[in-house]
């Protein structure tokens, strides 16, 4: 199935049954997480990037690894360290020599992002000048290199996983960069059962085994169908009022907003929050975004996009705090 092709009421269902085999084959591997894993899906769906926080030991490597292993697609893993370098990650031209007739050329030799998935392990644990070297391909799917231009497979999907910047050897992530992640997608700490669970299923001699449930093509015709779920004209300006009341100059904001915020979401939250919402819908099995889908995904696509002022800080107030203040004063339309 190419991208282009009308998709009937048959595909649609069969599809959709294939997200929810999808969780399934995800399930034998993760206990518990259900948000977690929801949001990564929505995420592939939209066809944006994903940022997962947590301390460590919270199993965020092995549900990207776990999600790579039940997709049909090329996985790659960047362990990402103070000494990494651009090149390490982007590729790098190569001196060859033709033995034959003595003639030497340079040849680009692809480096781990041309990839369909790549899990940007520990992402904050690098200088600025190597998360950088993601920028393009996350934007624009494509990578740059001593002036050409190479495209990267389709469909492309970063993965990245960072600890709590509190932490020892941590590079704040800046803004530009975070912008271009589609969810910062928060991992706790799992329940005593999801515990006691883990601790069974990881400390025997059986091996959990993920069975491979969706290629590449079936990826990209859900992206297309994301697309073609419908948004009402209300939700639309719900969603627009709600992005643009995290600025503290809108005469709109909350007074969380201007107390608490320095700089408030662009368009890309707005564009974001619509496209979540429409993967939402999709993965719940219907072809209409409602109220709740964009509730449910304010703060997943909001939290990383505030910056918030040493106000807020010192009075212990989060980001996801300021989104829960925007939702109770903007109200969403009726139903």
Known sequence: MVEDTPINEADIERLVGRVADLKVAIGTAIVGQSDVVE???????????????????????????????????????????????????????????????????????KGPIFTNLLLADELNRTPPKTQAALLEAMQEKTVSYAGTTYALPRPFFVLATQNPLEQAGTY??????????????????????????????????AQAEVSRVMGGEEVLALQGLVREVHLSED?????????????????????????????????????????????????????????????ALAAPVMRHRLLLSFAAEAEGQSADDVVAALLAHIPPPSA
Request: charged share 20%.
């Open 39 to 109: 949001q990564l899906l929505i995420g592939l769906l939209a066809g944006g990037h994903c940022l997962l926080e947590g301390v460590p030991g919270l199993g965020k490597t092995l549900l990207v690894r776990t999600l790579g292993q039940a997709l049909e697609l090329d996985f790659r893993r960047v362990q990402f360290t103070p000494d990494l370098m651009p090149s390490d990650i982007l590729g790098t031209e190569l001196l060859e020599e033709d033995h034959g007739t003595g003639h030497r050329s340079f040849r680009f030799q």
């Open 235 to 295: 939700l639309l300006g719900w969603i627009t009022d709600l992005v643009r009341a995290t600025r503290p100059g809108d005469a709109a904001a909350p007074a969380e907003v201007a107390s608490y915020v320095r700089w408030g979401a662009g368009p890309r939250a707005g564009q974001a929050l619509v496209l979540c919402a429409k993967a939402r819908a999709l993965l719940h099995g219907r072809l209409a975004a409602t109220r709740e889908d964009i509730a």
């Open 172 to 205: 704040p992530l800046p803004e530009a960069q975070l912008d271009r992640f589609l969810l910062q997608v928060q991992v706790d700490y799992p329940t005593a059962a999801e515990e006691r669970d883990i601790l069974a299923l990881t400390t025997g001699g």
